[in-house]
């Protein structure tokens, strides 16, 4: 038996960020991951020679990882090589294509063309996101943000944009319909429809051209690596290959944590940075039956079908978007092709790409290990991605049964789906109202999951212990 202040369940972006909050805090801190890597969805992967970056992460938000690195001492700039995305992406469907780049005026102009009228609303739009964006931005700082935080940073004067989804927003717009379309294809990657989401996924417009989209040279792990050489620094240690079966409680308070193996370590706070559903449903036997059962209703965001393969973009790169997203002729839900030589072009050789078709959970988990191993080879077999890429060869097929045995991830998936019911809820706390010295980092306690947000949930649950 050992005993530590704090236990970290789980190396991912959240728990890497809090071991290093808390260290800087001068709390002892064990770091324990039932992988052999740090990182979780944000860890690198290689086949063939070939690194991947594994997960669900696409594109970086700076502002917010700027943020999280300042919390901890760090200077994001000075410690990963960041590159723009010129041109982000790209949507087809049986409408055309509608390009997003860097540039408002580049993308408003390719919406002009095809639809005279639009460039106007458009720009009117990201003008509105930008301004509602940058009011409501402090409340990403804030772990339980109430009326008292929105009233501090002004954002009580959005509270019917609060309120709203994500389609309401977009269709108020009076955008064309494949605009729409393409400014909401971030709600297939969830498996939900733009009437669910929720309205604030509308500022990512604002983002790609205000302070711009941007990938890491070496793929997001070099994001993972900068901050496990920090914990280093700090001397924590993370226990890999350590995996915990329970959380032990005493009187409805933290007491440690019981491992796989048998072993046990003494806590007096516990910090979880897996799954938050997971954490409640399958760890902890203290929460009573009403509780999980209401926990376990929530919708599920399963992580899909990913193939990596190698092979040469063969548009211009100069020209080439780095998502290519297609939507199929049955509205189902999208495709997506990722392409990283676009933006690191000397890494061509070195840096693989993605396939990616987003599953909802349900149909997922109805399909079984056999059924999503055969939706993966229909995939590969879709026409459309081919004609973008020369000499392609599939290497490895990755499908939810494998994200979840791979990742221990609960019921094979990534987190409750981010609804609008959801995130105006406030998502799950940092701090747990059910058990005493029990903390909670990852997407699901963040109200979104690009990699900064998770960052960022890590240091506002370490700011809970420390409180």
Same mark, same amino acid.
């Given at each position: 038996?050992?005993?530590?202040?704090?236990? *970290?369940?789980?190396?991912?972006?959240?728990?890497?960020?809090?071991?290093?909050?808390?260290?800087?805090?001068?709390?002892?801190?064990?770091?324990?991951?039932?992988?052999?890597?740090?990182?979780?969805?944000?860890?690198?992967?290689?086949?063939?020679?070939?690194? /991947?970056? #594994?997960?669900?992460?696409?594109?970086?938000?700076?502002?917010?990882? +700027?943020?999280?690195?300042?919390?901890?001492?760090?200077?994001?700039?000075?410690?990963?090589?960041?590159?723009?995305?010129?041109?982000?992406?790209?949507?087809?469907?049986?409408?055309?294509?509608?390009?997003?780049?860097?540039?408002?005026?580049?993308?408003? @102009?390719? /919406?002009?063309?095809?639809?005279?009228? &639009?460039?106007?609303?458009?720009?009117?739009?990201?003008?509105? $996101? +930008?301004?509602?964006?940058?009011?409501?931005?402090?409340?990403?700082?804030?772990?339980?943000?109430?009326?008292?935080?929105?009233?501090?940073?002004?954002?009580?004067?959005? *509270?019917?944009?609060?309120?709203?989804?994500?389609?309401?927003?977009?269709?108020?717009?009076?955008?064309?319909?494949?605009?729409?379309?393409?400014?909401?294809?971030? +709600?297939?990657?969830?498996? !939900?429809?733009?009437?669910?989401?929720?309205?604030?996924?509308?500022?990512?417009?604002?983002?790609?051209?205000?302070? =711009?989209?941007?990938?890491?040279?070496?793929?997001?792990?070099?994001?993972?690596?900068?901050?496990?050489?920090?914990?280093?620094?700090? =001397?924590?240690? *993370?226990?890999?290959?350590?995996?915990?079966? #329970?959380?032990?409680?005493? !009187?409805?308070?933290?007491?440690?944590?019981?491992?796989?193996? =048998?072993?046990?370590?003494?806590?007096?706070?516990?910090?979880?940075?897996?799954?938050?559903?997971?954490?409640?449903? %399958?760890?902890?036997?203290?929460?009573?039956?009403?509780?999980?059962?209401?926990?376990?209703?929530?919708?599920?965001?399963?992580?899909?079908?990913?193939?990596?393969?190698?092979?040469?973009?063969?548009?211009?790169?100069?020209?080439?978007?780095?998502?290519?997203? !297609?939507?199929? @002729?049955?509205?189902?839900?999208?495709?997506?092709?990722?392409?990283?030589?676009?933006?690191?072009?000397?890494?061509?050789?070195?840096?693989?790409?993605?396939?990616?078709?987003?599953?909802?959970?349900?149909?997922?988990?109805? $399909?079984?290990?056999?059924?999503?191993?055969?939706?993966?080879?229909?995939?590969?077999?879709?026409?459309?991605?081919?004609?973008?890429?020369?000499?392609?060869?599939?290497?490895?097929?990755?499908?939810? &049964?494998?994200?979840?045995?791979?990742?221990?991830?609960?019921? %094979?998936?990534?987190?409750?789906?981010?609804?609008?019911? /959801? $995130?105006?809820?406030?998502?799950?706390?940092?701090?747990?109202?059910?058990?005493? =010295?029990?903390?909670?980092?990852?997407? &699901?306690?963040?109200?979104? !999951?690009?990699?900064?947000?998770?960052?960022?949930?890590?240091?506002?649950?370490?700011?809970?212990?420390?409180?």
């Amino acid at each position: 038996m050992s005993n530590h202040p704090v236990v *970290i369940i789980g190396a991912g972006m959240g728990g890497l960020t809090a071991a290093i909050r808390l260290a800087r805090g001068g709390i002892a801190v064990q770091v324990v991951e039932a992988r052999s890597v740090p990182g979780g969805l944000a860890a690198p992967v290689s086949f063939a020679g070939r690194s /991947f970056d #594994a997960g669900p992460y696409i594109l970086l938000d700076r502002p917010g990882l +700027t943020w999280a690195f300042e919390q901890l001492g760090l200077e994001l700039a000075s410690l990963v090589d960041l590159r723009p995305i010129e041109h982000p992406y790209e949507v087809t469907s049986a409408e055309g294509v509608v390009a997003i780049h860097r540039e408002v005026e580049r993308t408003a @102009d390719g /919406f002009e063309r095809r639809w005279p009228g &639009s460039a106007k609303p458009y720009h009117r739009f990201v003008a509105e $996101m +930008t301004r509602i964006h940058a009011r409501l931005q402090p409340l990403l700082h804030v772990s339980r943000p109430g009326l008292g935080a929105l009233i501090a940073c002004g954002g009580w004067r959005h *509270i019917r944009f609060l309120r709203r989804s994500l389609g309401e927003v977009l269709r108020a717009s009076r955008l064309p319909g494949p605009v729409i379309q393409a400014l909401g294809i971030w +709600t297939h990657v969830a498996g !939900q429809t733009l009437n669910l989401a929720p309205s604030p996924m509308a500022f990512v417009p604002a983002l790609i051209h205000g302070p =711009g989209a941007w990938y890491p040279v070496g793929g997001i792990g070099a994001v993972v690596e900068v901050l496990v050489r920090a914990l280093e620094r700090l =001397g924590v240690s *993370i226990r890999f290959s350590t995996r915990v079966s #329970a959380i032990r409680t005493v !009187q409805g308070a933290v007491s440690g944590v019981e491992l796989a193996d =048998g072993g046990f370590i003494a806590a007096e706070r516990v910090l979880s940075d897996v799954h938050g559903v997971g954490t409640y449903c %399958d760890l902890v036997p203290a929460i009573t039956p009403r509780v999980k059962h209401r926990l376990a209703a929530l919708p599920l965001q399963s992580p899909g079908v990913c193939i990596y393969l190698t092979g040469r973009v063969r548009a211009a790169m100069s020209s080439a978007p780095y998502l290519r997203f !297609q939507l199929p @002729d049955d509205h189902g839900l999208c495709r997506l092709l990722v392409q990283p030589s676009v933006v690191v072009p000397e890494n061509e050789n070195v840096v693989g790409m993605r396939l990616i078709a987003p599953m909802r959970h349900a149909e997922a988990q109805a $399909m079984g290990a056999v059924g999503q191993q055969a939706f993966a080879e229909r995939l590969i077999a879709e026409p459309w991605w081919r004609a973008h890429v020369d000499d392609a060869q599939v290497l490895h097929v990755r499908t939810p &049964s494998e994200w979840g045995a791979t990742c221990h991830l609960h019921r %094979d998936s990534m987190n409750p789906v981010m609804t609008a019911a /959801f $995130m105006r809820a406030g998502r799950l706390a940092h701090r747990s109202p059910y058990v005493d =010295g029990l903390h909670l980092a990852g997407s &699901s306690t963040h109200p979104g !999951q690009w990699l900064s947000f998770c960052a960022m949930s890590g240091i506002l649950a370490a700011d809970e212990v420390l409180k």
